[in-house]
């Protein structure tokens, strides 16, 4: 069945835990749909993990269209929820309503998400007003890493936990139908989830959440460039996609591949007459 923004209340209403992995392109994301994750993020950590950039601050509007359109023409019940990029709705409400919408309209997304809380509500408003379902995202918020001064835990100190959970209430009241949660204490993360009515998805903010969220690459190793603390890795595709690589070199190199059962035969009569 397709999940909506009406399973993610229910969901909430049910104490039902909610799934959601990051995919970029048509053959992951099938997989995640089959086997029942309810959420695919298009995040803009594409820019790090796919395009090989530094942080997330270059990917544009036309990146994640690119890849929403691929996500979304594999996906048959998740809800695919499409990352706003940077400057894509900061400078003003207008932008981020026409940005919002080429995710929908363009890229086939159901829902779009973006970073930051109270600031970005006048936005968040506008986006919900136009009938397009907006996730939210707090705490460590990687599109401020500047801001910031690096990516690091958000929320320890007194003043920075009572922001968080205001920023959770202010983007709940905004019309926000889920928040993600990044880097935050877990029982942080866990009083926040007890104090808002929408989901919570927690990304390195333990497992008081109402939901999860992974990076697919993280949780595969398949990048490993850096693993932060809040990865599990499932599996270790990556060390089996460069052995794998490892054995079609030397297959190629030594004639193994391909192999008859991998060709195409013509008649004797024809190619004799070739020759
Ligand atoms: O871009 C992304 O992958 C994200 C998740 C980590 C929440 O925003
Ligand atoms: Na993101």
Not at 2 to 28: G, Q
Not at 46 to 63: F, I, N
Not at 225 to 253: C, H, I
């Amino acid at each position: 069945m397709k999940n909506t923004v009406v399973t993610f209340k229910e969901a909430k209403r049910d104490k039902i835990k909610l799934s959601m992995l990051t995919a970029y392109d048509y053959s992951t994301a099938k997989l995640m749909d089959q086997a029942g994750i309810n959420a695919i993020l298009v995040g803009d950590s594409l820019g790090m993990v796919v395009l090989g950039y530094k942080d997330t601050l270059q990917v544009t509007m036309e990146d994640m269209l690119h890849h929403t359109k691929a996500v979304a023409r594999g996906v048959q019940n998740a809800l695919v929820v499409s990352d706003m990029p940077f400057m894509s709705y900061q400078a003003s409400v207008y932008d981020a309503v026409c940005n919002a919408g080429r995710l929908i309209k363009e890229g086939q997304a159901n829902a779009v998400k973006l970073e930051g809380g109270s600031t970005f509500c006048p936005h968040i408003r506008a986006i919900v007003e136009a009938s397009i379902p907006v996730m939210a995202h707090i705490g460590l918020t990687p599109q401020s890493v500047n801001a910031f001064g690096g990516f690091r835990v958000q929320g320890r100190e007194m003043e920075e936990a009572r922001k968080l959970i205001e920023e959770a209430k202010a983007v709940e009241a905004a019309g926000a139908f889920a928040v993600v949660l990044e880097c935050i204490p877990a029982r942080l993360a866990k009083l926040i989830s007890e104090s808002i009515s929408i989901p919570t998805i927690g990304i390195g903010a333990g497992n008081g959440c109402d939901g999860q969220v992974l990076v697919y690459q993280d949780m595969l190793g398949v990048f490993t460039d850096f693993t932060p603390k809040f990865v599990k890795r499932f599996s270790d595709l990556g060390s089996q996609m460069k052995a794998a690589f490892q054995r079609y070199a030397d297959e190629v190199g030594n004639g193994e591949f391909p192999a008859a059962e991998h060709s195409f035969e013509i008649s004797d009569s024809i190619i004799e007459k070739l020759y």
